[in-house]
C-alpha cells in the first residue's frame, strides 16, 4: 500500500490512477443507469414499485406493448421524419457556412465566432426564442413570410399539424448548424492548398475541384458528423418540451418526448425504458460508425 502511494504521489503511475477514476465515474453515472434502465424495461414497474427491486418479471411484454401502442408507427415516423430533417439541413446549411468561411475577407473571424451563439444556448431558451418567432398573430416569421408575399394569412406552427413537426426541425437545424460549421471548417481546413491549386492549373473549375477533392478529402469528417447528429438528435427533448409539447394530437411527437410522456405523465416506468433502450441501441449503432469514421481519419 505504501509503494502505491508513494508511487502515486512520485507521479508513476498517476496516469493509471486517472484512468481507474474515470472509469469509475463512468460506471457509476453512466454504467448502473444504463443497466438499470434496461432492467425495468424487462419488469413491470409502476408508481408503486418504482422504489423497490422486487418487481415482476415481464420478459418482452413491455417491448410487445410498445410495438402494438397506436401511436407507436405515427411517433416512429415522427422521429424518422426529425432526425433525417435535422441531419440534412444542419449538414447542408454547415457546410455552405464552413465553405463560406474559407474566404478571405475583414470581420470572418468575428461573424464565425456569432454562429457558436445557438450551439452554446440552452435547449429551453432555444425553445423560448422560436416560440415567439413561431407565434401565430404576431411572430416575425409570420411577418416575414407576409411581407414576401409567399403566404396570405396566418401559419399557426406550434398548433397546425401540418407544420408542429417541422416548426421543432427548423428550430432544431438553426441550434445545430453551427457545430457542423465548425466541424466542416477544421477538416476543410486540413485539406492541402497544393491540390486545389494543382487541380485549378489543370483547368478544374469549383464544382470540379470540390467533387474530386473536398469531398473525398472530407469522407471522414462527414460520417463522424452524421453520426454525431444522430445521436444528438436522439437526444433533443428540450425543444419539444419547449415548443410543442409532443402535440397537437402527436403530430410532432418524437420516441424521445413519448418516453418522457410515459414515464412521468402516465407512470408507466416500464414502458418508457423500453423506448429508451430502443433509442439506445441506435445511440450505441452510431457511436461504432463515429469510432470508425475517427479510426479510418486517424490511419488517413
Given at each position: 500500500?505504501?509503494r ?8 508513476k ?10 472509469l469509475g465515474?463512468?460506471m457509476?453515472f453512466?454504467?448502473?443507469p ?6 425495468m424495461s424487462?419488469?413491470?414497474?409502476d ?11 415481464a420478459?418482452f411484454?413491455n ?6 401502442d397506436?401511436?407507436?408507427v405515427?411517433?416512429?415516423k ?12 444542419q449538414?447542408?446549411i454547415?457546410?455552405s ?9 475583414p470581420?470572418?473571424g468575428?461573424l ?12 429551453l431558451?432555444?425553445g ?8 401565430g398573430?404576431?411572430g ?10 409567399l403566404?396570405g394569412?396566418n401559419?399557426f406552427?406550434r398548433?397546425d399539424?401540418?407544420f408542429?413537426l417541422?416548426?421543432v426541425?427548423?428550430a ?8 457542423n460549421?465548425i466541424?466542416?471548417?477544421?477538416g ?5 492548398r ?7 492549373l ?7 475541384r ?12 462527414i ?9 444528438f ?5 428540450d ?7 409532443g402535440?397537437p394530437?402527436?403530430?410532432s ?20 425504458a423500453t423506448?429508451?433502450?430502443?433509442m439506445?441501441?441506435?445511440?450505441m449503432?452510431?457511436?461504432v460508425v ?11
Amino acid at each position: 500500500m505504501k509503494r502505491i502511494i508513494s508511487g502515486l504521489w512520485d507521479g508513476k503511475g498517476f496516469d493509471i490512477a486517472l484512468v481507474v477514476v474515470a472509469l469509475g465515474f463512468l460506471m457509476i453515472f453512466a454504467g448502473l443507469p444504463l443497466i438499470y434502465n434496461v432492467v425495468m424495461s424487462f419488469q413491470k414497474v409502476d408508481i408503486f414499485s418504482l422504489g423497490t427491486f422486487a418487481r415482476p418479471f415481464a420478459g418482452f411484454d413491455n417491448y410487445r406493448a410498445i410495438f402494438a401502442d397506436p401511436i407507436f408507427v405515427p411517433v416512429m415516423k415522427n422521429t424518422v421524419i426529425f432526425i433525417v430533417a435535422s441531419i440534412v439541413g444542419q449538414f447542408i446549411i454547415g457546410f455552405s457556412l464552413a465553405l463560406f468561411f474559407t474566404l478571405d475577407f475583414p470581420g470572418s473571424g468575428y461573424l464565425r465566432g456569432l454562429f457558436l451563439v445557438s450551439w452554446v444556448m440552452p435547449g429551453l431558451v432555444v425553445g423560448a426564442i422560436w416560440n415567439w418567432i413561431f407565434a401565430g398573430d404576431f411572430g416575425v416569421l409570420n411577418f416575414a413570410l407576409r411581407e414576401l408575399g409567399l403566404i396570405g394569412g396566418n401559419i399557426f406552427w406550434r398548433s397546425d399539424t401540418n407544420f408542429s413537426l417541422w416548426a421543432v426541425i427548423i428550430a432544431n437545424i438553426w441550434l445545430g448548424t453551427s457545430f457542423n460549421m465548425i466541424l466542416l471548417s477544421v477538416g476543410l481546413a486540413s485539406i492541402p492548398r497544393d491540390l486545389y491549386e494543382a487541380a485549378e492549373l489543370d483547368g478544374a473549375n469549383a464544382l470540379q475541384r470540390f467533387w474530386t477533392i473536398t469531398l473525398p478529402m472530407m469522407r471522414a469528417t462527414i460520417g463522424a458528423i452524421i453520426a454525431l447528429g444522430l445521436i444528438f438528435t436522439l437526444q433533443q427533448f428540450d425543444l419539444f418540451a419547449a415548443i410543442t409539447s409532443g402535440g397537437p394530437a402527436n403530430s410532432s411527437n418524437v420516441a424521445q418526448y413519448w418516453a418522457w410522456e410515459l414515464s412521468f405523465r402516465e407512470y408507466d416506468f416500464a414502458r418508457g425504458a423500453t423506448i429508451s433502450v430502443l433509442m439506445i441501441v441506435l445511440v450505441m449503432i452510431a457511436s461504432v460508425v463515429y469510432v470508425r469514421s475517427t479510426r479510418y481519419e486517424v490511419r488517413g
